[in-house]
């Protein structure tokens, strides 16, 4: 059945009164041929024969469809038709899944279900014309829960995908399906170089990140390094020492815990800045001289103090300065939503204080951690993660809760109509210039 989504569009289809008119007022001019002696009189006035007729019946017919595809191209059509019976029930298919259940699915094939990929929309499969690699980076509950308005809850399901852990995140939602969930696990460990940083002048502490199906874990080793050069950070304040002091020793925790070759320093004098520094810290509300590039910067918000009561996490606030950087990006927000961290570029703003009056954060543990995190973040581990669920948490994943709404399959027509109307397009050029060339020639 037939729907539009837009269906007052559909007026536009009245335009096609325009091509019947032009092809019924047919005007053909009249043939003069002088003969004889009507030669020598006066030629009288020519009349051109009118018809109401029409002409080129094709090239009518191609323009009204023209007109009428673009009126229904606007409303946007859906097919819609309701949920078939016709196999015993679907096997869901992830690409690479085939070979790990071969007998179970050349079985349940043969029992009269069909093959779906486990993919947006579920197309249709052959198993002898599997596609080669899975390609999407959907998560698995969200493509359930498209899955959820196409069959019935009664309709049985035989999924059969990998055990790998990053596509199960996301919001697990109550399914109403009869799921029959298998999973294979690759039995692989990895070991990869995950950072590295130097702790002395001629060492580094290289990091290594290891990942099997169950777990994430991380060694360090001492290695030779070839970079002696220490990371400089620079503390600049003129009237907020004491933040300067609750900052310094965040950063010394920081040294301690990592045994990392840093270089702290504060000043109160801009001059004493040292402009190749990999960090300078702006504890000032005077904006930061120009004269420094290519370090990071975490600077201080400008602007009229507001009281709150808001967190962040577990990190309590008591002051903060309202957001005004619009072309910032946010990393941090507050319970109210009012953003407390901000960056662009390699410049970091701060929208409170590092003070006791203004937030918890000097005497909160989460203050080196995130020091840490912002001096040596850690990549994410990408392609390396190889974790697994268990498999029997899978199969009470999504119990059958006797759902009795019938699912209706919706097809988007829009594409086909933009081929329709591109084809008949062409056709009445085509048409239309041989008719301009058979008019010139005659």
């Not at 191609?62 to 015993?88: D, Q």
């Not at 995140?169 to 109550?174: E, N, R, S, Y």
């Not at 919706?410 to 109307?421: G, Q, V």
Request: proline share 5%.
């Amino acid at each position: 059945m037939l729907h539009l989504l837009q269906p007052i569009w559909l007026l536009l289809s009245a335009g096609i009164s325009v091509p019947v008119i032009l092809h019924l007022w047919n005007r053909k001019p009249g043939r003069i041929l002088k003969i004889g002696s009507i030669q020598l009189l006066k030629s009288a006035t020519v009349r051109h024969a009118r018809s109401l007729r029409i002409s080129e019946l094709l090239l009518l017919v191609l323009r009204c469809l023209l007109i009428i595809l673009v009126a229904l191209l606007l409303a946007h059509p859906l097919w819609k038709n309701n949920f078939s019976r016709e196999h015993r029930g679907w096997i869901i298919l992830e690409d690479a899944a085939y070979p790990h259940f071969k007998k179970t699915i050349d079985s349940l094939v043969e029992s009269g279900c069909e093959i779906h990929r486990f993919h947006t929309n579920f197309p249709r499969v052959n198993v002898r014309h599997l596609p080669s690699g899975d390609t999407t980076t959907t998560g698995y509950w969200q493509l359930l829960q498209e899955l959820e308005t196409r069959v019935p809850a009664d309709f049985p399901l035989h999924v059969f995908s990998s055990a790998a852990y990053h596509r199960f995140q996301g919001d697990k939602l109550p399914l109403h399906l009869r799921i029959h969930w298998q999973v294979y696990t690759k039995d692989t460990t990895l070991t990869w170089n995950h950072y590295r940083y130097n702790i002395s002048r001629d060492s580094s502490l290289q990091i290594q990140g290891h990942v099997d199906a169950n777990a994430i874990w991380y060694t360090s080793n001492r290695i030779a390094g070839t970079d002696s050069r220490p990371m400089k950070i620079v503390i600049y304040t003129d009237k907020y020492p004491q933040d300067a002091g609750f900052l310094l020793a965040g950063l010394q925790a920081v040294q301690q815990y990592t045994g990392s070759n840093m270089q702290v320093n504060s000043v109160r004098n801009a001059a004493e800045i040292d402009t190749t520094a990999n960090w300078i810290c702006w504890l000032s509300d005077n904006p930061v001289p120009s004269i420094i590039t290519g370090a990071h910067i975490l600077k201080y918000a400008t602007g009229r103090e507001v009281a709150t009561d808001a967190v962040s996490g577990d990190i309590k606030l008591f002051k903060h300065i309202p957001y005004t950087q619009q072309n910032d990006s946010v990393l941090y927000y507050d319970s109210y939503g009012s953003p407390i961290l901000s960056t662009n570029g390699k410049v970091y703003t701060l929208y409170t204080h590092v003070h006791p009056e203004w937030t918890d954060l000097p005497w909160n543990g989460r203050f080196p951690e995130l020091l840490l995190h912002a001096l040596f973040p850690m990549p994410a581990i990408g392609i390396h993660d190889v974790r697994a669920v268990d498999g029997a948490q899978l199969r009470a994943a999504a119990p059958h809760t006797g759902k009795s709404t019938q699912p209706v399959i919706t097809t988007d027509l829009i594409d086909a109509c933009w081929i329709m109307l591109f084809l008949i397009f062409a056709l009445e050029r085509v048409l239309a210039l041989r008719t301009k060339k058979a008019m010139a020639n005659g």
